[in-house]
């Protein structure tokens, strides 16, 4: 896999500079040529997600892990989390690192996946949802873009032709140190594309198909947001809107996928109980007990 890889992304080099002559138009070409590929093999994305995980550790000021009470992730985990990726849909479930961990900040209103599986829930986030549906629909998103490698696919386009050319040429055994680090300093971390997300809220639609949980779940963080005014506003939702943007448009996409699929579709507020909801237990199980 690594060798037919690195052949492909030469020979790709090759093409460039056979048609182009100048440097500047090599480095034009390759970097457009990279805007929707990954460099990365499944390997390189799990050290690399392995090594951010280490720089998060090392700084528990910025990413400060929630410890109080214990029985809260390890019910996320085992109920909604392990669930999800017990989805057939999943196809890296036993490739990557799929671990689960809660950062204590309840100003912020976010969640996040790292490359090779690591996925962060904030606290804030936590407890602004208000169902189990609403947090599978997230962690089934964030699954997503683990899944489709998204950071990885922004990280070759961020660092272009030098990460090509270093990573065929040559290995480089600090080079992805080096990215890592750069990952966490929010250098390297760029905003998710339009597409991105609406690929991440289609696989959480199919994943969660698999599970208890109703489908639509990954539309409720938007539709709470907008009804409380908050999409274009502050409130701890800065780190989120800068990498998942259009959160509105995201919700119509969702219910045109239920409606396609023949499923009812409900809004956070008007979902029954019996469609997979699970308000109660999340309040009792999860929220209560932060």
Request: charged share 25%; aromatic share 10%.
């Amino acid at each position: 896999m690594i060798r037919e890889k690195r052949f492909v992304f030469l020979l790709v080099l090759f093409i460039a500079i056979g048609f182009l002559t100048s440097c500047d138009a090599v480095t034009d070409a390759m970097e457009k040529v990279t805007d929707n590929i990954n460099l990365f093999t499944d390997a390189d994305e799990v050290k690399l997600g392995a090594d951010v995980v280490t720089e998060m550790k090392n700084n528990p000021a910025e990413y400060p892990i929630y410890t109080k009470n214990p029985a809260v992730k390890s019910y996320i985990k085992t109920r909604i989390f392990d669930q999800i990726l017990s989805s057939s849909k999943i196809a890296k479930k036993n490739v990557f690192n799929y671990t689960l961990e809660i950062v204590n900040d309840d100003d912020v209103l976010n969640a996040f996946a790292l490359p090779g599986g690591p996925v962060y829930l904030y606290t804030g986030l936590i407890k602004y949802l208000d169902s189990e549906a609403a947090l599978a629909g997230v962690l089934g998103h964030e699954i997503g873009h683990a899944e489709e490698s998204h950071a990885a696919e922004r990280i070759t386009k961020h660092y272009g032709v030098s990460i090509i050319l270093g990573m065929i040429l040559g290995e480089n055994p600090s080079e992805l140190a080096q990215i890592a680090a750069n990952l966490f300093t929010g250098v390297a971390f760029l905003a998710n594309s339009r597409s991105d997300e609406d690929q991440s809220d289609l696989r959480s639609f199919e994943y969660l198909q698999d599970t208890r949980y109703y489908p639509g779940g990954v539309k409720f963080f938007f539709e709470k947001l907008r009804d409380d005014g908050l999409v274009s506003s502050g409130g701890g939702l800065e780190k989120y809107l800068s990498t998942h943007p259009d959160p509105v448009d995201r919700i119509s996409n969702t219910d045109a996928r239920l409606q396609n699929a023949g499923i009812t579709v409900y809004t956070y507020e008007n979902a029954v109980e019996s469609a997979g909801i699970y308000r109660n237990e999340y309040k009792t199980n999860i929220v209560d007990q932060l």
